[in-house]
């Protein structure tokens, strides 16, 4: 290999790689100079579990940590909260005295979601033990200063935000189970309503008063029994009284009256019943009752007898003891048909609320189950009512899970990036390599006879000498005037546009960032970013 040829070539194409050189290297310094500092501040939160035992007292809010500090992220990167702490702290203000170039909304919610990092880590491991969930919170800031002032207002935001919304699903829990008694105690009181009303509308057709009817009913069957012996053997002895005065119609008997008639006696026997039921039954028994409507009815049947005693017949003449018995007869027997009526309407009225009350009992029966099932429901959403009562005070003591901090974000003594020694070298180092490649794909790309070995190797022809080509004087003045003009041009011009675009049209990393956006190659713009600092 002829080193000395190549050198010759290199030197030969030094002004490109010089040209290249100085862009690369006049790029990297103006760069390292004119980016700006950032300085990143940060604080550090603390996810504590819930103050007081589950076992105890349990809170009403389940939402997981991590899927609590995302929904926080969410509302805290808001274009609405964004662009409102942009202009409360006034974080693309002026800087250094001059007047920051205006964004867009659309930018500024950009950079500053850019500029803004929550970071959780720890939590519910797939293995091993769960770990405590911490969240580290920092803000890229020109300024110190800006940097801890607005990571201290984005971990005030964090906190009220956690405060706000564990607040509000507590108070929704309590409302809804609130809300849900309420309907449900007025679902209790209109069902208590039918059954109620259903009760009073069908009292006599109850089933639980069944039995009693039934026992009514065999009674007044019974006494019905006992009324028609009883007017069977007055009819039968009217009968024979009939018989007796067909056969001694000629006699007459001026006899004494009896001292007492059979209605009065029965009247005094069933007074003396009447005051033995009373003894041992309440007076609105119906037993009581029935005894009471029969003793008032044989009541007006013997004074009505009183008074027509020592009266005459319907044709006028004297009554006879004979015709008083008759008339005794007569009454006792119409007596015993008017209780055989009543038998017979209290029977039918037994009968008719008998038939009815299986009827009323399946009816009952839903009515009182479905205000079972309704007061199941009503005592369950009471008790959640209280848990939810619990779990409001909880949350609103701020002794359920909460973020607390564990240290505030403080105002960093030295930026974070950029590393501008680093961008330095780089843009030196990439000027190098540039300009390293540029003459070597000049001397690729150009094709012809350089060397007398390049003749016997293409030609078969074996040079005397070689004479070099000698520029004159004045052409080696103007192309060196020319290459120094080129390369002063781009050694000042480079610095001092850029300068002039970040102070007054954009923000150099805000260009940068744009460009790569325009061109699709955002990605591999931050990765070297990340590698440069």
Do not use: C
């Amino acid at each position: 290999m002829d080193l000395k040829f190549y050198f010759s070539l290199f030197m030969r194409r030094l002004h490109w790689f010089m040209l290249f050189l100085v862009i690369g290297s006049a790029l990297g310094l103006t760069l390292a100079t004119v980016l700006p500092p950032v300085y990143v501040a940060q604080a550090r939160l603390l996810v504590e579990s819930e103050q007081i035992p589950g076992d105890l007292a349990e809170s009403t809010v389940r939402i997981q940590a991590a899927e609590q500090l995302q929904i926080i992220q969410q509302r805290i990167l808001t274009r609405e909260t964004l662009v409102d702490m942009a202009n409360r702290l006034n974080i693309y203000g002026t800087r250094g005295g001059a007047q920051r170039p205006r964004l867009t909304t659309d930018e500024l919610v950009a950079d500053m979601r850019k500029r803004i990092s929550i970071i959780m880590s720890g939590g519910q491991q797939r293995r091993g033990p769960r770990l405590a969930t911490l969240v580290s919170v920092s803000f890229e800031a020109p300024t110190a200063r800006m940097s801890a002032s607005v990571t201290n207002e984005l971990v005030t935001l964090i906190q009220r935000e956690d405060v706000e919304m564990r607040t509000r699903v507590a108070r929704q829990t309590l409302s809804f189970f609130q809300q849900e008694v309420d309907r449900l105690d007025t679902v209790l009181a209109g069902q208590g309503a039918d059954i109620l009303a259903f009760k009073e509308e069908n009292q006599e057709a109850l089933p639980d008063s069944l039995q009693f009817r039934r026992n009514q009913q065999a009674a007044a069957q019974e006494r019905l029994l006992q009324l028609e012996r009883q007017e069977a053997g007055l009819k039968d002895r009217r009968s024979r009284m009939e018989s007796l005065r067909e056969q001694f119609e000629s006699q007459s008997s001026a006899g004494d009256l009896p001292a007492q008639t059979p209605e009065e006696a029965q009247l005094q026997e069933l007074e003396d019943q009447l005051a033995a039921q009373l003894s041992i039954l309440a007076p609105s028994n119906p037993k009581v009752k029935l005894l009471e409507a029969r003793i008032e009815g044989l009541r007006k049947r013997v004074e009505a007898q009183r008074a027509r005693r020592g009266g005459v017949t319907e044709e006028g003449t004297p009554m006879t003891n004979f015709d008083l018995q008759m008339e005794q007869l007569d009454g006792q027997i119409e007596f015993i048909e008017d209780q055989k009526n009543q038998l017979n309407d209290t029977l039918a009225t037994l009968a008719a609320s008998i038939e009815a009350t299986p009827g009323n009992a399946i009816t009952l029966e839903t009515l009182e189950r479905d205000y079972a099932n309704t007061r199941v429901q009503y005592d369950l959403a009471v008790s959640k009512r209280a848990q939810a009562q619990t779990g409001d005070i909880i949350e609103a003591l701020r002794q359920g899970q909460r973020i607390s901090v564990v240290e505030q974000a403080v105002v960093p003594s030295e930026p974070e990036k950029p590393d501008r020694k680093v961008i330095a070298a780089a843009g030196v180092g990439g000027g190098m390599v540039l300009g390293l490649a540029v003459v070597a794909l000049l001397e690729l790309l150009k094709k012809g006879i350089r060397r007398p070995v390049d003749l016997t190797n293409r030609l078969g022809i074996t040079p005397f000498a070689t004479l070099p080509y000698y520029r004159t004087r004045a052409e080696l003045i103007r192309r060196r005037l020319i290459i120094t003009g080129v390369l002063g041009f781009f050694l000042i011009g480079i610095p001092l546009g850029l300068w002039a675009v970040d102070t007054y049209v954009m923000p150099l990393e805000q260009l940068l960032d744009a460009i790569m956006q325009r061109v699709g190659l955002a990605g591999l713009l931050s990765d070297a970013a990340s590698a440069l600092v």
